[in-house]
């Protein structure tokens, strides 16, 4: 029997509870053992709860009981979850958890401390929720130099994107919703203003990549300057809104970013809709492949963090490895970042036109409707299109296009 402790009886903690329970014979046949959870740790009480049982307030309690092997942290936040997580490593249990933050701030050095105490620290669920992609990037994607790591990886704005198209509804009505389902952050800011992305983007760069991203070096912005407008005329020109966490190698210089994007209709991403995520890998052998889910919720996030466990309890000898040095990536200034830009303006249609064509080095596609015009730029650097825009009298918004090499 392999004793576990969950740390947090929250929205995935109480799913992490109830797939065991659900799937126990399944889990158990392929952990190759029984399953049991000793302890679940949380400040409050669940009246009438099956968790009652197993339920605890002192972390003490599981730290010192040498029966748990391994330790599901699903509080999410740093405090005290890096505190907890440290002291499970050093005292020689292995550690699965959902949280993104703690991986995006202190992975390299978990994993280190991980590997000194023959233990395991693994994060399947902290990306792209129910999408397996840690470790298709650790066993599958081996064979080649990672080009392009890009996601659209919060489930909550993608939820709301999706809804403000299809639903018509205000973007408070649709985080409402959003919250309900229980996608959001706890402070759904770290949803909204892209921090979410950022660290996920982070994680999955530095895995791709082997060193560090750190997430604060990422250019980030969020999806509160999208209006309905924007989204319907994207829609007529033949494009969907959607928040990219993306890095990618361009003629030897990497750029991160995380912002909204207008994607085409024939780029993978554009039918990723809902609270599903997605995350597109492109290998200089193996062009792209994609990995498509639901990147939130109780259930799917709370399989990831079990398809971890069972890792670490077929591993309880050994150190399962993650290559991710501590050393920092280099990111390069996006200011010389070339993509195409999407424009709208609500008056003096010709002459924005006649003006953006000289400004921007040539317009692509235009589409004029009730909420006036939209417009593609040619393709141009970001600090280029930063300083004409600047000069473009009449326009009431701009968002980046979503880059795509030719050779998919
Ligand atoms: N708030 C996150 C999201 C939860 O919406 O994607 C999963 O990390």
């Known amino acids: 029997m392999i004793n576990i402790a969950i740390l947090g009886y929250g929205t995935v903690g109480s799913g992490v509870f109830e797939v065991i329970r659900t799937n126990q014979e399944i889990i158990d046949r392929n952990a190759k053992d029984e399953l049991r959870i000793k302890y679940v740790l949380d400040l409050r009480n669940f009246p009438g709860d099956p968790v009652e049982e197993v339920l605890t307030h002192d972390f003490e309690t599981i730290l010192q009981d040498a029966e748990v092997k391994i330790v599901v942290e699903v509080m999410g936040g740093l405090k005290p979850a890096y505190d907890f997580v440290k002291r499970a490593l050093q005292n020689g249990k292995s550690v699965c958890t959902s949280n993104k933050e703690l991986v995006a701030a202190h992975g390299p050095e978990l994993l280190r401390i991980a590997a000194e105490n023959r233990v395991s620290f693994l994060f399947e669920a902290s990306c792209g929720g129910g999408i397996p992609i840690i470790r298709p990037l650790q066993t599958s994607l081996t064979a080649d130099r990672i080009e392009e790591i890009s996601g659209i990886l919060n489930g909550t704005t993608n939820y709301i994107l999706t809804k403000m198209k299809t639903e018509g509804l205000q973007f408070e009505e649709a985080l409402k919703l959003a919250q309900e389902n229980g996608f959001a952050e706890r ?46 005329m994207a829609e007529a020109l033949g494009y969907a809104v959607k928040l990219i966490a993306t890095c990618s190698e361009v003629e030897g210089e990497l750029h991160a970013a995380v912002a909204p994007m207008l994607i085409k209709r024939d780029h993978p991403f554009f039918a990723v809709d809902g609270v599903f995520n997605a995350i597109l890998v492109r290998g200089n052998m193996l062009g792209v492949t994609m990995y498509y889910g639901r990147g939130a919720g109780k259930y799917p996030t709370a399989s990831a963090v079990v398809s971890d466990v069972i890792a670490a309890a077929g591993s309880l000898q050994e150190t399962i490895p993650i290559r991710w040095k501590e050393e920092k990536l280099a990111l390069s200034d996006n200011a010389d970042w070339v993509r195409g830009y999407y424009i709208r303006a609500e008056r003096n249609v010709e002459e924005i036109v006649s003006q953006a064509k000289k400004l921007f080095g040539g317009v692509e596609r235009t589409v004029e409707g009730e909420a006036g015009i939209g417009l593609i730029t040619a393709p141009i650097s970001e600090k280029d299109f930063e300083e004409a825009y600047a000069k473009l009298s009449g326009a009431v918004n701009r968002i980046r296009v979503m880059y795509t090499r030719e050779r998919n």
Do not use: Q, V, Y
């Not at 983007?201 to 991203?213: N, Y």
């Open 187 to 232: 402070d759904p800011s770290a949803d909204i203003e892209g921090g979410d992305a950022c660290r996920k983007i982070a994680i999955l760069s530095s895995l791709a990549f082997g060193k560090t991203l750190d997430f604060k070096d990422i250019p980030t912005e969020g999806i509160a300057g999208i209006t309905h407008k924007d989204i319907e």
